[in-house]
C-alpha cells in the first residue's frame, strides 16, 4: 500500500512544478505590466526579486519533495522484487 502513496505523491510534486512557473510567469508579467503603467522603478526592482525568490524556492521544494518519494518509491520497488 506504501508504494502506491509514494507514486501518487511523486507524481503529485511531479505536476505542481509546471503548474508553479505557470503561476509564477503570470505574476511577472503582471509585475511587469504595473510597473509599465506606473513607472516605479524601486519598488518594481524589489517586488520582481521577491518573486522570482519565492517562486524559485517553491520549485526547488517540490522538486526536493518529488525526489524524496521517488527515491522511496524506488526502494519499495527493489525490497519488493528481492521478496517474490
Known amino acids: 500500500m ?3 502513496i509514494f507514486v501518487f505523491l511523486s507524481n503529485y510534486f511531479k505536476i505542481k512544478i509546471p503548474q508553479t512557473v505557470k503561476v509564477a ?3 511577472i508579467f503582471e509585475l511587469v505590466n504595473a510597473q509599465k503603467a506606473t513607472g ?5 526592482i524589489e517586488m520582481f526579486g521577491d518573486q522570482v525568490i519565492k517562486y ?8 526536493i ?7 522511496l518509491m524506488r526502494q519499495t520497488i ?6 517474490i
Open 78 to 83: 527493489i525490497v519488493m522484487s528481492r521478496l
Open 65 to 71: 519533495v518529488m525526489g524524496v518519494f521517488m527515491f
Open 40 to 44: 516605479a522603478d524601486g519598488e518594481f
Open 25 to 27: 510567469l503570470n505574476s
Open 56 to 63: 524559485s524556492l517553491y520549485v526547488i521544494g517540490f522538486a
Open 2 to 4: 506504501g508504494g502506491i
